[in-house]
């Protein structure tokens, strides 16, 4: 019976919170990339210990069934240091001001197939902004951010090559 109820209690994790929102393309560039509409999903866990960053999971699924799966890099320190408001994320993605967009690395168990963005490995990382308009803007990137150490300063961001961005796209969130 004791090992009945211990059983239990490993299966009895608490849901995590989804939210859904179909993505639009809000330009002719965009649907040419996408093939049209993609419905993003957002998760995060439904309870965590304290001080814990949540694992946050975004996927992107298209269409046709196909899916790309992303984690947020809200864990290591140039992860947040590069999402930080007017970081080096929101420079790429043409956001000058207070802005901060949110940096999700490649799940690379999940994503496995043909990727429908930045074929044929589908991109190592995306950023992500929703603006109060109602847009949200997704741009694909082939690699990570990277710093170098000052003396006696805090970590500088190396110059981004616009040929590691794979994707810009633009949506209505719905």
Request: one cysteine or more.
């Amino acid at each position: 019976m004791l090992a009945a109820v211990a059983l239990t209690g490993c299966t009895m994790t608490p849901a995590a919170n989804v939210q859904r929102m179909t993505l639009t393309p809000a330009d002719a560039a965009t649907g040419l990339m996408t093939g049209g509409a993609l419905t993003m999903s957002v998760s995060t866990p439904a309870a965590q210990p304290a001080n814990d960053d949540p694992l946050i999971q975004m996927t992107l699924t298209a269409a046709d069934g196909r899916a790309l799966a992303f984690n947020e890099a809200n864990h290591a320190p140039y992860d947040v240091m590069a999402q930080s408001p007017g970081g080096p994320l929101a420079q790429v993605m043409g956001l000058f001001g207070d802005e901060a967009p949110k940096l999700y690395a490649a799940d690379a168990v999940h994503n496995r197939g043909a990727p429908f963005l930045c074929a044929p490995d589908g991109p190592a990382y995306v950023g992500v902004y929703a603006a109060p308009d109602g847009t949200q803007m997704i741009i694909a990137l082939k690699s990570g951010f990277e710093f170098e150490e000052n003396a006696g300063g805090p970590p500088s961001p190396l110059p981004y090559s616009p040929d590691h961005v794979c994707a810009r796209m633009k949506f209505r969130r719905s």
